[in-house]
């Protein structure tokens, strides 16, 4: 070599011998490996103290963020008429996220910091409710203050009221509803459908359509083996995978968001599907039809949920009393075409109608799924309340089904 | 000298091991101790040495986890019939549109993969332009489906990691000295053998660079099997997703995801092996 | 060197008759062909979102999924998308910062590799790989675990973290292409002509090494700005381009997204344009060839 060195160049005129390098490399790594072990040993039972006391709310931020599932809020192009009215009307700066597009998988990213006593970076968001419920026992939701939201005492449906899941709306306030049913392309199956063994029928091998989401999808069996799904036992579950497993071979695919798109292109002839996505393919393509199956259908609702440790809870009280005033709702309605849980709604629909709006508000205060009748409802059935041990169990069976 | 050669060659390697160490090593030497764990997110986890997990893990998920070796192999063998011609095109014929060409194969990779692979679904789809047209003119019959299928995976994977395959094949091809063809050609030998025996050979680096680059990623990819696959195409990746997120088995997700690293390294030896080595591992 | 008189000096009678022309011109035809094909096959879906970005929805929702007519609205108003564009923004940066270092850190890493002899140079080599092989979801949520251990906040700079770290094995294991057998002796040579090695190595060795640099650094961008899962765990509410993108694509691809993904693509376009004529400017005086005595070292420009 020449006559300086690269390390010479460096600044590296002390010699460290590199059995000495190795040595400091050695110990430095065996304290970072039992750092990282113990970071790592006996995780802790995840449960959080703080979800179960009223925590007292600060002053208002003049800030909101808040996480959303995607089309389950009214557009303008760009921007959302909601987002902006609230923010005008309250000085409030919001930034609304479209990010959530499966209950797990947004569960996944925030329940690290959660857990861990941070906050999880949003201030409101939107889950169904059976997760609103898991999320409980974990103590991860704020209390609400319902003093500060006098909308949502005077506006919302008895039927939303105490739910399920979360008994007296301690920790969540629903933002939308609907109902898991079946939806199907007529011309393609040639025929109307009236049950949930049409999706068993072979007539449309290859062409079904099942929904990845295990609550859904067991209830479905549940209810094809005649049992109720809100008082299943492990037994009557296990039938439930034996129906699945038998008609395996007629299902194209386990879906999530994206049996929408293949019903529309006619992919899929026949699917389980949620009633507001119908709605909306039904102005495209007439020929899609949506039916609750008469072995009865599923209904959920989404809600509106703090997080613990929420950095702008006042603000996001302001929010979720702005979305109950009945204009805002029906200007949501309108758009998303969920069931409103706020009441009004319907009415309001029909008063924009006399006024001129748009063809298809006809079609949405008069739809039964938008606004189900009692009749309807006794059609449907909420998910059935899982601890953990039956949520795994459920859970291994079904991973059975959807994973071979 | 050697002794400061070497000490070049540590201080060149530590400021990247360093990060790694840092934000690889650690994250994984937890997920290490998560595997050996047992118990549930609410009843909490303890750490109780529960190798057992290990060989679970493997008999539960041995098809799922043959399908995914299968399929990475799969992949990388087309990506390789696939790229070679068109990474040798471009470095021995490219000429002054060398970059040009290379930067073309790249391109479409700049756009999101979730809307590549959205895309092609909308290619792929039963009445689509591809299966409509052919579905038209009689060429298929009208149940006949691509989504869902396992070809459609594949189709997805190939087209998603063949620029991993093209790059290290033109970076290796272009550094071949046409000297030494033309010196073949002067030894009399046919183009076939000159190819075979010069360039192939030289460019042995960048086909194990490629092999690589296609194989490790593809094999735990989930993205394809989620979005164009169907209910037998299910791949490890997608199994662990299942495991983590759904089930919320954390040990498994763990124990799953160091079998698979295993099975990879272990396949990425045999071929370094195989392919005549320590030139190739430098 | 004598090597190289050998070569100038040989009389070209004895090069072997050059095969006849009309067979050369024949075999030329297929190569070129089918390259074409293949930039077709991967322009398709390119050409598919290009194409969508026209659609003209009727619907008061549209879904993207069959065409309806031609038209440029879309294109006035992407901008407006207020998420869509601050999302776009950190993508980009976070992929031009981490490319630089990643490629950065992984050249030097790989150079390490292939041109000194040191113990645990194998078990390195092996390591590398690790980091590619791991599965996102795990390596994500664990990467996440760490922050939140660490209690650091997540968003840009933890997102920018995690995509150093996964490019680094990419970057390595493409410059080891070129750096391969990599023959010390034109950096000897040129410091025996007087350079100090640091010379040597820019005016040398790096050029040599560049193509599979740059190669590298192109291949780390479109990792980083295409990432999904690892960045899903590690951005709190930052948003980037792919987190919006998955977002906003339930029923087939808005017309937006359509649109944003033509923009970069076509900003990409430009890129290559730029870098060619750069590249030209650089090399014009440089020779095209030298004949060198040493195989695999070659100079070709």
Same mark, same amino acid.
């Given at each position: 070599?020449?006559?300086?060195?690269?390390?010479?160049?460096?600044?590296?005129?002390?010699?460290?011998?590199?059995?000495?390098?190795?040595?400091?490399?050695?110990?430095?790594?065996?304290?970072?490996?039992?750092?990282?072990?113990?970071?790592?040993?006996?995780?802790?039972?995840?449960?959080?103290?703080?979800?179960?006391?009223?925590?007292?709310?600060?002053?208002?931020?003049?800030?909101?963020?808040?996480?959303?599932?995607?089309?389950?809020?009214?557009?303008?192009?760009?921007?959302?008429?909601?987002?902006?009215?609230?923010?005008?009307?309250?000085?409030? =700066?919001?930034?609304?996220?479209?990010?959530?597009?499966? !209950? =797990?998988?947004?569960?996944?990213?925030?329940?690290?910091?959660?857990?861990?006593?941070?906050?999880?970076?949003?201030?409101?968001?939107?889950?169904?409710?059976?997760?609103?419920? *898991?999320?409980?026992?974990?103590?991860?939701?704020?209390?609400?203050? #319902?003093? =500060?939201?006098?909308?949502?005492?005077? !506006?919302?449906?008895?039927?939303?009221?105490?739910?399920?899941?979360?008994?007296?709306?301690? #920790?969540?306030?629903?933002?939308?509803?609907?109902?898991?049913?079946?939806?199907?392309?007529?011309?393609?199956?040639?025929?109307?459908?009236?049950?949930?063994?049409?999706?068993?029928?072979?007539?449309?091998?290859?062409?079904?359509?099942?929904?990845?989401?295990?609550?859904?999808?067991?209830?479905?069996?549940?209810?094809?083996?005649?049992?109720?799904?809100?008082?299943?036992?492990?037994?009557?579950?296990?039938?439930?995978?034996?129906?699945?497993?038998? +008609?395996?071979?007629?299902?194209?695919?386990?879906?999530?968001?994206?049996?929408?798109?293949?019903?529309?292109?006619?992919?899929?002839?026949?699917?389980?599907?949620?009633?507001?996505?119908?709605?909306?393919?039904?102005?495209?393509?007439? !020929?899609?039809?949506?039916?609750?199956? *008469?072995?009865?259908?599923?209904?959920?609702?989404?809600?509106?949920?703090?997080?613990?440790?929420?950095?702008?809870?006042?603000?996001? +009280?302001?929010?979720?009393?702005?979305?109950?005033?009945?204009?805002?709702?029906?200007?949501?309605?309108?758009?998303?075409?969920?069931?409103?849980?706020?009441?009004?709604?319907?009415?309001?629909?029909?008063?924009?109608?006399?006024?001129?709006?748009?063809?298809?508000?006809?079609?949405?205060?008069?739809?039964?799924?938008?606004?189900?009748?009692?009749?309807?409802?006794?059609?449907?059935?909420?998910?059935?309340?899982?601890?953990?041990?039956?949520?795994?169990?459920?859970?291994?069976?079904?991973?059975?089904?959807?994973?071979? | 000298?050697?002794?400061?050669?070497?000490?070049?060659?540590?201080? %060149?390697?530590?400021?990247?091991?360093?990060?790694?160490?840092?934000?690889?090593?650690?994250?994984?030497?937890?997920?290490?101790?998560?595997?050996?764990?047992?118990?549930?997110?609410?009843?909490?986890?303890?750490?109780?040495?529960?190798?057992?997990?290990?060989?679970?893990?493997?008999?539960? $998920?041995?098809?799922?986890?043959?399908?995914?070796?299968?399929?990475?192999?799969?992949?990388?063998?087309?990506?390789?019939?696939?790229?070679?011609?068109?990474?040798?095109?471009?470095?021995?014929?490219?000429?002054?549109?060398?970059?040009?060409?290379?930067?073309?194969?790249? %391109?479409?990779? @700049?756009?999101?993969?979730?809307?590549?692979?959205?895309?092609?679904?909308? %290619?792929?789809?039963?009445?689509?332009?591809?299966?409509?047209?052919?579905?038209?003119?009689?060429?298929?019959?009208?149940?006949?489906?691509?989504?869902?299928?396992?070809?459609?995976?594949?189709?997805?994977?190939?087209?998603?990691?063949?620029?991993?395959?093209?790059?290290?094949?033109?970076?290796?091809?272009?550094?071949?000295?046409?000297?030494?063809?033309?010196?073949? $050609?002067?030894?009399?030998?046919?183009?076939?053998?000159?190819?075979?025996?010069?360039?192939?050979?030289?460019?042995?680096?960048?086909?194990?660079?490629?092999?690589?680059?296609?194989?490790?990623?593809?094999?735990?990819?989930?993205?394809?099997?989620?979005?164009?696959?169907?209910?037998?195409?299910?791949?490890?990746?997608?199994?662990?997703?299942?495991?983590?997120?759904?089930? $919320?088995?954390?040990?498994?997700?763990?124990?799953?995801? @160091?079998?698979?690293?295993?099975?990879?390294?272990?396949?990425?030896?045999?071929?370094?092996?195989?392919?005549?080595?320590?030139?190739?591992?430098? | 060197?004598?090597?190289?008189?050998?070569?100038?000096?040989?009389? /070209?009678?004895?090069?072997?008759?050059?095969?006849?022309?009309?067979?050369?011109?024949?075999?030329?035809?297929?190569?070129?062909?089918?390259?074409?094909?293949?930039?077709?096959?991967?322009?398709?879906?390119?050409?598919?979102?290009?194409?969508?970005?026209?659609?003209?929805?009727?619907?008061?929702?549209?879904?993207?999924?069959?065409?309806?007519?031609?038209?440029?609205?879309?294109?006035?108003?992407?901008?407006?998308?207020?998420?869509?564009?601050?999302?776009?923004?950190?993508?980009?940066? /976070?992929?031009?910062?981490?490319?630089?270092?990643?490629?950065?850190?992984?050249?030097?890493?790989?150079?390490?590799?292939?041109?000194?002899?040191?113990?645990?140079?194998?078990?390195?080599?092996?390591?590398?790989?690790?980091?590619?092989?791991?599965?996102?979801?795990?390596?994500?949520?664990?990467?996440?675990?760490?922050?939140?251990?660490?209690?650091?906040?997540?968003?840009?700079?933890?997102?920018?973290?995690?995509? /150093?770290?996964?490019?680094?094995?990419?970057?390595?294991?493409?410059?080891? &292409?070129?750096?391969?057998?990599?023959?010390?002796?034109?950096?000897?040579?040129?410091?025996?002509?007087?350079?100090?090695?640091?010379?040597?190595?820019?005016?040398?060795?790096?050029?040599?090494?560049?193509?599979?640099?740059?190669?590298?650094?192109?291949?780390?961008?479109?990792?980083?700005?295409?990432?999904?899962?690892?960045?899903?765990?590690?951005?709190?509410?930052?948003?980037?381009?792919?987190?919006?993108?998955?977002?906003?694509?339930?029923?087939?691809?808005?017309?937006?997204?359509?649109?944003?993904?033509?923009?970069?693509?076509?900003?990409?376009? /430009?890129?290559?344009?730029?870098?060619?004529?750069?590249?030209?400017?650089?090399?014009?005086? &440089?020779?095209?060839?030298?004949?060198?005595?040493?195989?695999?070292?070659?100079?070709?420009?």
């Amino acid at each position: 070599m020449g006559e300086g060195s690269l390390d010479g160049m460096l600044g590296f005129d002390r010699r460290i011998s590199r059995r000495e390098l190795l040595r400091r490399a050695g110990r430095g790594s065996i304290y970072m490996g039992v750092m990282a072990f113990l970071a790592a040993c006996g995780v802790e039972a995840q449960r959080r103290e703080g979800g179960g006391q009223l925590q007292p709310l600060p002053p208002k931020a003049g800030e909101l963020v808040m996480a959303n599932w995607p089309l389950y809020i009214d557009k303008d192009g760009p921007v959302s008429p909601t987002v902006e009215s609230f923010e005008k009307e309250n000085d409030v =700066e919001m930034q609304y996220d479209v990010v959530i597009n499966d !209950n =797990e998988e947004f569960f996944g990213t925030i329940r690290a910091p959660l857990s861990a006593g941070q906050a999880s970076g949003y201030d409101i968001i939107v889950v169904t409710d059976w997760l609103i419920d *898991k999320m409980n026992r974990f103590g991860y939701l704020e209390r609400i203050h #319902h003093e =500060e939201l006098p909308n949502f005492e005077a !506006n919302v449906s008895d039927k939303f009221r105490d739910p399920w899941f979360d008994p007296n709306n301690e #920790h969540s306030i629903p933002w939308a509803a609907g109902i898991t049913g079946i939806g199907y392309d007529i011309s393609l199956t040639g025929r109307e459908l009236d049950s949930i063994f049409d999706l068993f029928d072979t007539e449309f091998a290859g062409r079904v359509g099942m929904f990845a989401e295990m609550r859904d999808t067991f209830n479905f069996a549940l209810l094809a083996n005649g049992a109720d799904p809100t008082q299943a036992t492990i037994e009557e579950v296990q039938a439930a995978q034996q129906l699945l497993l038998e +008609h395996r071979g007629n299902f194209r695919g386990f879906y999530g968001n994206d049996y929408a798109d293949q019903l529309a292109t006619g992919s899929l002839a026949v699917s389980m599907a949620w009633s507001g996505d119908i709605f909306a393919l039904q102005l495209d393509n007439p !020929n899609l039809r949506f039916f609750i199956p *008469k072995e009865g259908a599923n209904r959920w609702s989404d809600n509106m949920a703090i997080p613990v440790g929420a950095e702008h809870p006042t603000d996001a +009280h302001l929010f979720m009393n702005h979305v109950y005033d009945p204009r805002i709702a029906t200007n949501i309605t309108e758009w998303v075409w969920y069931e409103s849980p706020v009441q009004g709604v319907q009415e309001m629909i029909q008063e924009d109608i006399a006024e001129g709006g748009p063809r298809y508000l006809q079609l949405l205060a008069d739809s039964e799924l938008v606004f189900p009748t009692e009749e309807t409802n006794a059609q449907t059935h909420p998910y059935k309340r899982l601890e953990e041990e039956e949520e795994q169990a459920w859970n291994d069976l079904f991973q059975e089904v959807i994973q071979a | 000298m050697r002794r400061r050669r070497v000490r070049v060659a540590y201080w %060149l390697l530590i400021p990247g091991l360093v990060w790694l160490i840092l934000f690889y090593v650690i994250p994984t030497v937890s997920m290490l101790s998560i595997s050996l764990q047992e118990g549930s997110p609410e009843r909490g986890f303890e750490f109780t040495w529960n190798l057992g997990i290990y060989p679970e893990v493997l008999a539960r $998920n041995s098809v799922q986890l043959l399908r995914s070796g299968l399929y990475g192999l799969i992949v990388t063998i087309a990506t390789m019939l696939i790229a070679y011609p068109l990474a040798y095109t471009i470095a021995f014929r490219g000429g002054r549109w060398k970059n040009v060409l290379l930067f073309m194969v790249i %391109l479409p990779f @700049f756009v999101s993969f979730i809307i590549r692979t959205l895309e092609w679904k909308f %290619l792929l789809g039963d009445e689509g332009i591809v299966l409509g047209t052919l579905k038209d003119w009689g060429v298929l019959g009208p149940g006949y489906y691509l989504l869902g299928r396992p070809i459609a995976v594949l189709g997805g994977l190939i087209y998603n990691f063949l620029p991993f395959m093209a790059l290290p094949l033109y970076v290796a091809l272009e550094k071949i000295d046409r000297s030494l063809l033309d010196a073949a $050609n002067d030894l009399y030998s046919s183009r076939a053998s000159a190819f075979w025996r010069v360039t192939f050979r030289l460019s042995l680096p960048g086909v194990f660079a490629g092999s690589l680059l296609t194989f490790i990623p593809a094999v735990g990819d989930f993205i394809n099997a989620e979005f164009l696959g169907g209910p037998d195409t299910t791949m490890i990746g997608n199994v662990i997703q299942l495991e983590y997120l759904t089930n $919320n088995d954390y040990p498994e997700a763990a124990a799953l995801s @160091f079998v698979l690293m295993a099975g990879i390294l272990l396949a990425v030896t045999l071929y370094a092996r195989i392919l005549g080595t320590e030139e190739l591992t430098g | 060197m004598s090597a190289d008189v050998a070569v100038a000096e040989r009389p /070209i009678e004895a090069r072997a008759a050059p095969p006849p022309k009309v067979a050369r011109r024949r075999r030329g035809w297929f190569l070129p062909v089918y390259t074409g094909v293949v930039v077709a096959y991967l322009f398709l879906p390119i050409g598919v979102m290009i194409l969508f970005g026209f659609n003209d929805l009727q619907g008061p929702r549209g879904f993207n999924v069959t065409w309806e007519g031609f038209t440029l609205r879309h294109y006035s108003n992407v901008f407006d998308f207020p998420d869509l564009t601050s999302a776009l923004k950190n993508s980009l940066l /976070i992929a031009a910062a981490s490319t630089i270092v990643a490629t950065a850190l992984g050249t030097m890493i790989a150079l390490a590799l292939t041109r000194h002899r040191f113990r645990g140079r194998g078990g390195t080599n092996m390591f590398i790989f690790l980091p590619m092989a791991t599965p996102e979801v795990v390596l994500g949520a664990s990467l996440l675990s760490l922050f939140v251990s660490m209690s650091v906040a997540r968003g840009f700079v933890t997102i920018l973290i995690a995509h /150093i770290m996964f490019n680094i094995s990419y970057v390595v294991v493409t410059v080891k &292409a070129r750096t391969q057998g990599f023959n010390a002796e034109w950096e000897e040579a040129a410091k025996d002509l007087g350079a100090t090695p640091w010379t040597a190595f820019w005016t040398v060795t790096f050029p040599l090494i560049s193509p599979g640099i740059l190669a590298a650094a192109v291949l780390a961008f479109a990792l980083s700005v295409d990432d999904y899962v690892i960045t899903l765990f590690n951005a709190g509410s930052t948003l980037t381009f792919p987190l919006w993108v998955a977002g906003a694509s339930r029923f087939g691809v808005p017309p937006e997204v359509n649109v944003m993904g033509t923009i970069l693509f076509f900003a990409g376009v /430009i890129l290559a344009v730029a870098s060619v004529l750069f590249q030209r400017g650089r090399y014009r005086d &440089a020779p095209q060839e030298i004949g060198p005595p040493v195989a695999g070292t070659g100079f070709a420009g």
